[in-house]
């Protein structure tokens, strides 16, 4: 599924107050029916609108889903915005990177996959609407954009989802970060997008008792602190997952910043935080999912991995 946005796909859902035939779409957007209909039929794909047919006249209403009414209400709400421009093309995927969280520079481009100069522009064009913030080196999307975010993290799980839907119909959505997510599945995929994470790769470098199969979707690479946070956010109260995850980070030296950088974007900041405390102090911790550190111990020995107290 295209995730992108159209000038012309925005201002289709803005028109969407009641049920518009394919002609009267056509007419107030100043298009051909034929070019109305190839939009209508992407914003179907996307889950913005439904079509139907009475006789030979094709209607076309918003859809229930979700992401489609935010988008239709923060259209309506926010009119003096020029969002039919904002929330376009590469806009909306760099939008959507935010959505989940600040970012520096590189991981915006990295994550948002676009050049550049592209991420430049773009964020030239939202500063002069205040639609984003650099503070420390990073940028985020501002406290007063909460509608915009909110849309932007349905519209992502409707990607994930329906993505997910397409590549592996057995496949079990875990959370979307952006237009890249997370998810399990019973049996391996080979899929040009699809990287092995969490405990899946974790496996590589600590053999594990189970086997565990953690995708995550996406074409860039990975990095190991992301691959560690992974396998928290899919059984964060795990103590078998938790105590993997120590051992990774001391076998790995892990970028300690970094991994909980990456952990509050996932709303996970707290056992990370727990998870950084035990290694740093071993002693015994107050949650009840975290793992005993003499049992962490034992685990470091029997894999050989160093440690200090």
């Known amino acids: 599924m295209n995730c992108n946005l159209s000038a012309l796909e925005l201002r289709t859902i803005s028109l969407l107050d009641t049920t518009l035939s394919i002609s009267e779409l056509a007419k107030k957007n100043s298009v051909t029916k034929g070019y109305i209909s190839r939009t209508t039929a992407s914003l179907t794909n996307k889950g913005f609108v439904e079509i139907s047919k009475r006789g030979i006249t094709k209607k076309v209403a918003l859809s229930g889903n979700l992401h489609a009414s935010r988008l239709k209400s923060l259209l309506q709400r926010r009119s003096y915005m020029p969002l039919a421009e904002l929330l376009q093309g590469s806009g909306l ?10 970012a520096d520079f590189t991981r915006l481009k990295d994550e948002s996959e676009v050049s550049e100069a592209t991420l430049w522009r773009w964020i030239k064009k939202f500063k002069e609407h ?39 119909p057995s496949g079990n959505f875990i959370a979307a970060k952006g237009f890249e997510f997370l998810f399990t599945l019973e049996g391996e995929i080979l899929h040009e997008n699809v990287r092995q994470s969490g405990l899946n790769a974790i496996s590589e470098k600590i053999p594990l008792m189970l086997t565990e199969n953690h995708y995550f979707y996406s074409s860039r690479t990975l990095s190991r602190e992301e691959i560690a946070v992974h396998a928290i956010v899919i059984n964060p109260h795990s103590k078998r997952n938790l105590t993997y995850v120590m051992l990774y980070i001391l076998m790995e030296k892990l970028d300690r910043d970094l991994f909980l950088k990456i952990a509050k974007r996932y709303r996970m900041e ?11 102090t071993w002693e015994k911790p107050e949650e009840p999912y975290m793992p005993d550190p003499e049992y962490v111990k034992e685990k470091l020995k029997e894999y050989k991995i160093q440690w200090q107290e």
């Open 270 to 280: 707290d056992i990370a935080v727990s998870v950084l405390k035990l290694l740093n």
């Open 93 to 102: 995927q760099i939008l959507a990177v935010l959505s989940s969280g600040s």
């Open 130 to 168: 205040a639609m984003i913030l650099s503070r420390n080196d990073e940028y985020e999307l501002p406290h007063d954009l909460g509608d915009i975010r909110e849309f932007l993290e349905y519209y992502c799980s409707y990607f994930a989802v329906s993505t997910l839907k397409e590549i592996s």
